[in-house]
T-cell receptor
Framework: DTEVTQTPKHLVMGMTNKKSLKCEQH?????MYWYKQKAKKPPELMFV???????INESVPSRFSPECPNSSLLNLHLHALQPEDSALYLC???????????FGSGTQLSVL | AQSVTQPDIHITVSEGASLELRCNYS??????LFWYVQSPGQGLQLLLK??????LVQGIKGFEAEFKRSQSSFNLRKPSVHWSDAAEYFC?????????????FGTGTQLKVEL
């Protein structure tokens, strides 16, 4: 299994909603990542977990809250988002930090 | 400033023609170098990577890239492009030191293939 699975694929939410994005991998990778990608732009790193501990937080607003319950799962909890947060949210994993990254197909988020 | 640059925003080639996508980096030492491809609305797939050793790297889907230290470049090539190669291509680096160990992407090159 060489897949990173992200759910849901599409999400529409209001600015007062609370929602969560989920990412799962079963490759035994110990590093997991959240990236944000706006249309026609490169992905921008948000968070990195290494061995289930938050290793990098790229000064992301607190309305985005990551969680790594175990080595296979990575969540991104969303609360009080703004319309400018609409983007493709990509999860990735790697054997160790910044080795070859495997990306999921992303969650396309629209904030109304 | 430390950076990775893809000079070409858009490139159009005919099917069957050769392809070269440019990537330049600006770091004091050689970073780890990667090429990723992204189809519309999809995640990114790693084509190839360079850490050290042989400067000509073979990847998946018939792609190769050549690391040239003297030019600080890591250009992606394919001898004969297929229509299915149309996508966005990102060069990416992990800085050698002091970069926080973060994978940083170039701005991307949009490849269009004419039939």
């Amino acid at each position: 299994d060489t897949e990173v699975t992200q759910t849901p694929k599409h999400l529409v939410m209001g600015m007062t909603n609370k929602k969560s994005l989920k990412c799962e991998q079963h490759m035994g990778h110990r590093a997991m990542y959240w990236y944000k990608q706006k249309a026609k732009k490169p992905p921008e790193l948000m968070f990195v977990y290494s061995y289930e501990k938050l290793s990098i937080n790229e000064s992301v607003p607190s309305r985005f809250s990551p969680e790594c319950p175990n080595s296979s799962l990575l969540n991104l909890h969303l609360h009080a988002l703004q319309p400018e947060d609409s983007a493709l949210y990509l999860c990735a994993s790697s054997q160790v930090i910044n080795e070859k990254l495997f990306f999921g197909s992303g969650t396309q988020l629209s904030v109304l | 400033a430390q950076s990775v640059t893809q000079p070409d925003i858009h490139i159009t080639v005919s099917e069957g023609a050769s392809l070269e996508l440019r990537c330049n980096y600006s770091y004091g030492a050689t970073p780890y170098l990667f090429w990723y491809v992204q189809s519309p609305g999809q995640g990114l797939q790693l084509l190839l990577k360079y850490f050290s050793g042989d400067t000509l790297v073979q990847g998946i889907k018939g792609f190769e890239a050549e690391f040239k230290r003297s030019q600080s470049s890591f250009n992606l090539r394919k001898p004969s492009v297929h229509w299915s190669d149309a996508a966005e291509y990102f060069c990416a680096v992990v800085p050698p030191t002091g970069g926080g160990n973060k994978l940083t992407f170039g701005t991307g090159t949009q490849l269009k293939v004419e039939l």
